[in-house]
């Protein structure tokens, strides 16, 4: 009774999201206005936000000047194909990262290096095959072709509208029918694998200004039936993740994923950090204590969604204390908009600031999640 009850209001929450849509551009994860505000960092040189850009702008994967490894016809994470996955990977992180410099920059070389990447893979590529990794794929790479086409559509005068849509093409044609089935199969992933493709979804939802497409990566991300949805992969209880007995690494990842997805629904102008009671707070927090050191968290043995991973006994230490940059962005939100405590998340932010690159994550928190104009 209590499950069919707490389903029942969120499916209410959800309903009560979507009375009238109109989506915010630029909008995946940065608002104009947020634009403006690290354009007015980077000329002002505030610290330690400014400490986090210089990071951003010396990563090769960012200059203007970028050699691209592809395109290529196919790409995979895994199997025949597999030598494409680490060049395929810096391109895209390229684009990506190209259109950030182009927002807070305003030289167009960057705006120009993004575009040329995207063409040149929405003009080549022509499979991603069904191998295992393949949703990995789309979600980890689709989420930053989305960002870097949502950028340069709505702020870049000299895009074309050739180009629009062939980089569109791209995105619904190669990538979204991969997360779609996902999206259709039975659940048999950890928990990480949702919440990427979930992000890249809702992104491609904001771009698209597809409404059927948002409600869903909404509706999954409070009741998918999957181990990545914020109720299957935080204990309400403990803050244990899902992921805890396999490795720090992977929990770390998942918490990535789901906080990227309520960001890029807060600047739409709804609220999934909050969702059963702040629940991606003490799923952060559990991590961050863990990781820095304390051995007196709590740990259950795990009956995942899938019955697939049910025998991590205790909790693991692999990657223990090897932090990925995921930290400022909810830290920005629950403490700084919502004035709530994250004692545990804030030890780690000193210890790792200013964020710096990873090729999975928005990354450079300490720069693009320093502040909030919308």
């Given at each position: 009774?209590?499950?069919?009850?707490?389903?029942?209001?969120?499916?209410?929450?959800?309903?009560?999201?979507?009375?009238?849509r109109k989506f915010v551009h630029p909008g995946v994860l940065h608002t104009q206005k947020d634009f403006d505000h690290l354009k007015e960092i980077v000329q002002k040189k505030t610290?330690?936000?400014?400490?986090?850009?210089?990071?951003?702008?010396?990563?090769?994967?960012a200059s203007a000047d970028y050699k691209m490894f592809g395109p290529f016809k196919v790409i995979s994470r895994d199997g025949e194909f597999a030598y494409t996955k680490t060049k395929m990977e810096t391109d895209f992180s390229a684009a990506y990262l190209n259109?950030?410099?182009?927002?807070?920059?305003?030289?167009?070389?960057?705006?120009?290096?993004?575009?040329?990447?995207?063409?040149?893979?929405?003009?080549?590529?022509?499979?991603?095959?069904?191998?295992?990794?393949?949703?990995?794929?789309?979600?980890l790479e689709g989420f930053k072709i989305v960002y870097a086409a949502e950028v340069l559509k709505y702020t870049y005068k000299d895009i074309t509208a050739q180009q629009i849509d062939k980089i569109t093409k791209l995105i619904t044609g190669l990538f979204l029918p991969v997360l779609d089935k996902?999206?259709?199969?039975?659940?048999?992933?950890?928990?990480?694998?949702?919440?990427?493709?979930?992000?890249?979804?809702?992104?491609?939802?904001?771009?698209?200004?597809?409404?059927?497409?948002?409600?869903?990566?909404?509706?999954?991300?409070?009741?998918?039936?999957?181990?990545?949805?914020i109720k299957n992969y935080i204990s309400?209880?403990?803050?244990?993740?899902?992921?805890?007995?396999?490795?720090?690494?992977?929990?770390?990842?998942?918490l990535g994923a789901l906080a990227t997805v309520c960001e890029e629904a807060w600047k739409q102008g709804?609220?999934?950090?909050?969702?059963?009671?702040?629940?991606?707070?003490?799923?952060?927090?559990?991590?961050?204590?863990?990781?820095?050191?304390?051995?007196?968290?709590?740990?259950?043995?795990?009956?995942?969604?899938?019955?697939?991973?049910?025998?991590?006994?205790?909790?693991?230490?692999?990657?223990?204390?090897?932090?990925?940059?995921?930290?400022?962005l909810v830290y920005h939100h629950y403490v700084n908009r919502k004035g709530l405590k994250?004692?545990?998340?804030?030890?780690?932010?000193?210890k790792i600031s200013p964020e710096n690159f990873d090729r999975d994550q928005p990354a450079f928190g300490t720069f693009l999640f320093a502040t909030d104009a919308r």
């Open positions: 009774m209590k499950k069919v009850i707490l389903v029942l209001v969120l499916s209410c929450c959800i309903q009560a999201l979507f009375a009238q610290s330690p936000a400014y400490d986090s850009y210089l990071l951003l702008k010396g990563n090769l994967r259109s950030i410099m182009w927002m807070v920059t305003k030289d167009a070389a960057h705006a120009k290096k993004a575009i040329q990447i995207l063409v040149a893979y929405a003009d080549t590529l022509t499979l991603i095959p069904e191998t295992n990794d393949a949703p990995l794929l789309a979600g996902f999206y259709a199969a039975k659940p048999y992933t950890n928990g990480n694998w949702g919440g990427i493709a979930t992000k890249t979804y809702m992104a491609a939802a904001i771009y698209l200004n597809n409404e059927t497409m948002y409600k869903k990566a909404v509706d999954f991300y409070y009741n998918g039936n999957d181990n990545g949805n309400g209880t403990t803050g244990q993740i899902q992921e805890s007995g396999r490795d720090q690494g992977h929990s770390q990842l998942g709804d609220d999934l950090y909050s969702a059963l009671d702040n629940r991606l707070l003490k799923g952060y927090e559990y991590v961050a204590r863990y990781n820095l050191g304390d051995d007196n968290v709590p740990f259950n043995t795990w009956t995942d969604i899938s019955g697939r991973y049910c025998t991590w006994t205790t909790i693991s230490t692999i990657g223990r204390g090897k932090f990925i940059p995921v930290y400022q994250m004692p545990y998340v804030e030890k780690v932010i000193e």
